[in-house]
């Protein structure tokens, strides 16, 4: 098993930057990929960004690449979200997710089999 707690979230200016951490315990965590996903009022849960296990592969939704930027530490079980140039489109509640143990950095929300409580991200126009 593994546990994930995400950060407090908060509400933002449109153009201001947060940064979502998920610390997690249990199973090594360095041997899991980790996700963000996020899902709006109404919406289906969403792929945000994942790094791999190294740290070394991520990949980013269309919407968020330059702006947000995924990235981890494994001696201290964390994955961090820095998010940048927020917009109000961005506003939802944040998810973080593990998945593994594996070598790659999947997308997709159906092989993450750990998941956080959320955390909830507004944006102000």
């Known amino acids: 098993q593994v546990q994930l707690v995400e950060s407090e979230g908060g509400l933002v200016q449109a153009g201001g930057s947060l940064r979502l951490s998920c610390t997690a315990s249990?199973?090594?965590?360095?041997?899991?990929?980790m996700g963000w996903f996020r899902q709006a009022p109404g919406e289906e849960r969403e792929f945000v960004a994942v790094?791999?296990?190294?740290?070394?592969?991520?990949y980013y939704a269309d919407s968020v690449k330059g702006r947000f930027t995924i990235s981890r530490d494994n001696a201290k079980n964390t994955v961090f979200l820095q998010m940048s140039s927020l917009k109000p489109e961005d506003t939802a509640a944040y998810y973080c997710?593990?998945?593994?143990?594996?070598?790659?950095?999947?997308?997709?929300?159906?092989?993450?089999?750990?998941w956080g409580q959320g955390t909830q991200v507004t944006v102000s126009s």
């Open positions: 997710a593990a998945s593994g143990p594996r070598l790659g950095a999947p997308r997709s929300r159906d092989v993450y089999d750990y």
């Open positions: 249990g199973r090594t965590f360095s041997n899991f990929a």
């Open positions: 790094i791999n296990w190294t740290g070394g592969t991520t």
